[in-house]
DNA sequence: TAAAACTCTAAACCTGCATTAGAGTTTTTG
DNA sequence: CAAAAACTCTAATGCAGGTTTAGAGTTTTA
């Protein structure tokens, strides 16, 4: 080894990068070994050539790609540099507002899942207390009632295409439910009215945002939604018997939906609900 | 095309997603098409695989890997979910907390380089108020100025490794500088005494964080460290000449420094500053 | 029936490296 | 001073999560 030389092992040792970086750095011209032995082939860097590995280091901590750093350090033009930057910088800020919603997102996916252990069993009623939500909505153009689970996903496909149209965070896709009008679940019938996602306070304010207010809700659980016909007669049975009054629409909400097994049902726990008051 | 089954374009088109990454999640195993035909090969899904297809995008939303999906949709176990989307959780904050470095870096590099273009000229001295800084030191183990660029790199290197071996974030290791006794700069003696880089308020503390306070300081401006001892005696000439009493060490302060260029020199921009005050 | 649109497989490409194999070189050790 | 240890070389392969392409075959539409 010349005595001012670094082999590449060393000079890889003190900037802490690995040797293999630097013959890719090498290899796509980002940075050459100042002089290079032409019987070994060996690759010997000068130590002044930290200079440029921390500014190759320093753009990639800021998140540039090798390409583009490549582009600076060869045209040293520092309005490339600005430029890139102020792009980056809008990138970042995109990234981070992303995983904000990630992050809510997996902590309510967390509690979906603590809640779903806890559940009652099938079929049991309840009389809670449900704090207000807010809902993504569409309006359902045609009852799916009538026509099976197949309409039922495409209308659920208008709602994500919706979201996705109007470039709305898609990850709220996941807590989605329908309401029925107060008069139809009275009456007996099964007509859809909407379908919707629930959604929180990072979602961005939007027309088809409606707000479910909270109070007291008669509740039956049930895994399928091929049962819902039946369940929905029991809850109103129920309510007749006990005397509660109706005083809002109908809700059936997807509590936990993991599609955990090879078949093509949605395997899911849902509650039916609707709101009442005490005589 | 089968009246209740969708091509796999058609599967696509309604999923927002594309052929081909269907085709991959086939091979994978993620979800394969319900049927495919034995002539033709053609692949084939039902409308009832959405809800297969929507979790694993919900999953993917979360930050999952594609292993990770097929793993909990083979399982079935709701555990194994919750303690993926914790263990997420966690990668989820380091990577914010790490994105909200780099935009500060990019803001602070932007900042830089706009001052850089509106620097003053080469050798010209000012006096300025600068507000308090803070920076992340250590001591020089060898006087630098004696032995050459090469014991300058030495010690920035240590400067490195001392924070990657505290774990602190190297993002800050761009503007750097050094410091120097008021005394040996009034003696006219070259004699380095730390070695710092500068940090904001997002540096977490440590011990090697020191306060430089605000205060008047007389300037002087260059764009290479060779000429440091010259400046750094022109500089002391100005306070001499102008009876500006000096009140603290001095600081050579690298303002900004783009390597751009292929030689090995570090491209810089240098702001030599003395504390003063006047009589 | 022909053209247009779709789908198939297989392989290559993308980023930013890490890893490995097999051969050659330098440095250290005895 | 030779052998062993440590290092380096090139070239290829792999990773994730796809995208793109080529060339051939299949369905749908006009």
Sequence with gaps: MKNELLSIGEMAKINNISVSTLRLYDEIGLIKPCYIDKESRYRYY???QNARLDMIQYMKALGMELKEIKEVLESGDTKLIESILIHRKKQVKE??????????????????????????????????????RKIYSLPTSINFYEYGIEVYENELKELKNSLIKHNLPQIYYCNAGTTMKKESFLAGKLES??????????????????RIDSGMYVCIYLDSFDDEPEYAKRLLEYCTENEYKVVGDYICEVLTEFSVFDDEKRGMFLRLQVPVAFR
Tied chains: 1, 2.
Excluded: C, W
């Design 46 to 48: 000068n130590i002044r």
């Design 95 to 132: 990234q981070m507002a992303n995983l904000n919603l990630q992050l809510a997102a997996i902590s309510r996916t967390i509690e979906s899942l603590e809640r779903y252990r806890k559940s009652p069993s099938i079929g049991t009623i309840t009389i809670e207390y449900i704090p207000h």
């Design 193 to 210: 009215d909407e379908i919707f996602v629930l959604v929180d306070d990072n979602f961005p304010q939007s027309e088809s945002i409606k």
